[in-house]
C-alpha cells in the first residue's frame, strides 16, 4: 500500500460550459478510496451552470478572464490556488472508471525521482473511430513506470507541486503545455509514469472544424517546444491517406467499417492539414485566432451507457466501476 495519505492532494480542473460533464467527474472522484483534500475549478467564463455545480460540490472556484486564457495560465492559476502537494489535474470532461484511480495515480510517486504521472484515456460510444485509434496509440494497456519520452497529458495526469513550482507551465503557448512541462522535467532529471490502471473516459465531442482548429493549435505549439520539427503538404497527405487505410482495416476487422466511412477521412483530414496549418503558422498569433482556439462551439451532450459485464456501484449517470474486484 503507498503512503498517499501522507500526502495532501488537490485536483485542479480547467472547464469552461462543462455542465452536462462536470457532475459526473466530481461524483467519481468523490467515490474514490483515496479521497481528495481539495479541488480547485478553474472556470474561465462558463455561461451555463457548470459553477453552480462545482460551488454547490465544494469545490473552490478559480476565474480568469478570457482574455487572460491559455492552457498553461490556467493551470498555474490553480496550482497556485492548490494547498496539495500532489496535484490531480484533469479536463472537466473527464470522468474516472475505477474507485481506485486516485490510489493509482497518487501511488506512482512512491517511487524514486517520479514527478509526473498520467493515466489512461478511453473513448465511449461518441467517440469517432479514428480518435478512439489515436488514444489506444498514445495510451496503451501496461504501465510505464520510467518513460523515457516527453509525453503527458493534462486531461488526466498528475504533478508534484514542488516539480510545478521549479517550472511551472509555459503560459504562452497554444497548446501541449503538459508535453512542454514534461519535456522540462526530463532535462532536471525527474521521472515520468504512465498508469495504465487509472484510466478515465474521455468525451470528447466535437466538429470536424473544431478537430482541426485543435490540430492546429497543438502543432503551432509543437513547433516551439520541439526544435527544427516541421511538417510539409506532401507528408501531411500521405499521413492522412496511411491512416485512412489503417483506419478503414481496423474498422473492417471490427465490424464497423459501414458507419465509418464518412468519419474516417473527415477526422484524418482534419488531423492532418490542421497540423500542416500550424507548422507553418507565424508564431506571432493575434488576439482572434486565439480566442477561436481557446473558445470553440459547445459540445453536445450525450451519456454512456455501463460497460457489460462490470459491477456499477452507483447510478445518478455515473458508471464507476468497483477496482478490486
Same mark, same amino acid.
Given at each position: 500500500m503507498s503512503n498517499e495519505r501522507q500526502r495532501r492532494i488537490s485536483a485542479v480542473i480547467r472547464a469552461y460550459n462543462e455542465d452536462k460533464h462536470i457532475g459526473r467527474l466530481l461524483k467519481g472522484l468523490e467515490q474514490q478510496t483515496v479521497k481528495l483534500d481539495e479541488i480547485i475549478l478553474v472556470d474561465s467564463g462558463s455561461t451555463d451552470d457548470t459553477v453552480a455545480i462545482a460551488r454547490a460540490a465544494g469545490c473552490t472556484i478559480v476565474p480568469i478572464a478570457k482574455e487572460e486564457f491559455s492552457f498553461g495560465r490556467a493551470l498555474n492559476r490553480g496550482c497556485e490556488a492548490a494547498s496539495g502537494d500532489v496535484l490531480l489535474i484533469l479536463s472537466a470532461h473527464v470522468y474516472p472508471l475505477y474507485d481506485t484511480y486516485i490510489e493509482q495515480m497518487v501511488g506512482a510517486?512512491?517511487?524514486?525521482?517520479?514527478?509526473?504521472?498520467?493515466?489512461?484515456?478511453?473513448?465511449?460510444?461518441?467517440?469517432?473511430?479514428?480518435?478512439?485509434?489515436?488514444?489506444?496509440?498514445?495510451f496503451p494497456t501496461q504501465n510505464i513506470w520510467d518513460q523515457e519520452h516527453p509525453f503527458s497529458n493534462n486531461a488526466n495526469a498528475a504533478i508534484l507541486r514542488s516539480t510545478w513550482a521549479e517550472s511551472p507551465y509555459d503560459e504562452s503557448l497554444t497548446g501541449l503545455e503538459d508535453l512542454d512541462f514534461a519535456k522540462k522535467a526530463i532535462q532536471r532529471g525527474h521521472r515520468i509514469a504512465y498508469i495504465a490502471d487509472a484510466p478515465v473516459v474521455h468525451v470528447h465531442e466535437e466538429t470536424w472544424n473544431i478537430t482541426r482548429n485543435r490540430y492546429r493549435r497543438e502543432a503551432i505549439a509543437y513547433a516551439?517546444?520541439?526544435?527544427?520539427?516541421?511538417?510539409?503538404?506532401?507528408?501531411?497527405?500521405? +499521413?492522412?491517406?496511411?491512416?485512412?487505410? /489503417?483506419?478503414?482495416?481496423?474498422?473492417?476487422?471490427?465490424?464497423?467499417?459501414?458507419?465509418?466511412?464518412?468519419?474516417? $477521412?473527415?477526422?484524418?483530414?482534419?488531423?492532418?492539414?490542421?497540423?500542416?496549418? /500550424?507548422?507553418?503558422? $507565424?508564431?506571432?498569433?493575434?488576439?482572434? +485566432?486565439?480566442?477561436?482556439?481557446?473558445?470553440?462551439?459547445?459540445?453536445?451532450?450525450?451519456?454512456?451507457?455501463?460497460?457489460? /459485464?462490470?459491477?456499477i456501484l452507483y447510478s445518478d449517470d455515473v458508471p464507476l466501476i468497483h477496482g478490486r474486484e
Open positions: 510517486f512512491d517511487r524514486n525521482r517520479t514527478a509526473i504521472a498520467y493515466g489512461r484515456q478511453v473513448g465511449d460510444e461518441r467517440t469517432k473511430f479514428s480518435e478512439s485509434r489515436v488514444m489506444l496509440k498514445w516551439r517546444i520541439m526544435d527544427d520539427s516541421k511538417l510539409s503538404l506532401a507528408k501531411a497527405l500521405a +499521413l492522412a491517406l496511411s491512416n485512412i487505410v /489503417g483506419d478503414y482495416v481496423d474498422a473492417a476487422k471490427a465490424n464497423r467499417l459501414r458507419g465509418n466511412l464518412a468519419s474516417i $477521412p473527415l477526422f484524418r483530414s482534419a488531423q492532418f492539414i490542421g497540423a500542416w496549418e /500550424g507548422f507553418r503558422q $507565424p508564431t506571432n498569433i493575434s488576439t482572434q +485566432l486565439l480566442e477561436r482556439f481557446y473558445y470553440p462551439a459547445d459540445r453536445q451532450s450525450g451519456e454512456l451507457p455501463p460497460a457489460p /459485464g462490470r459491477k
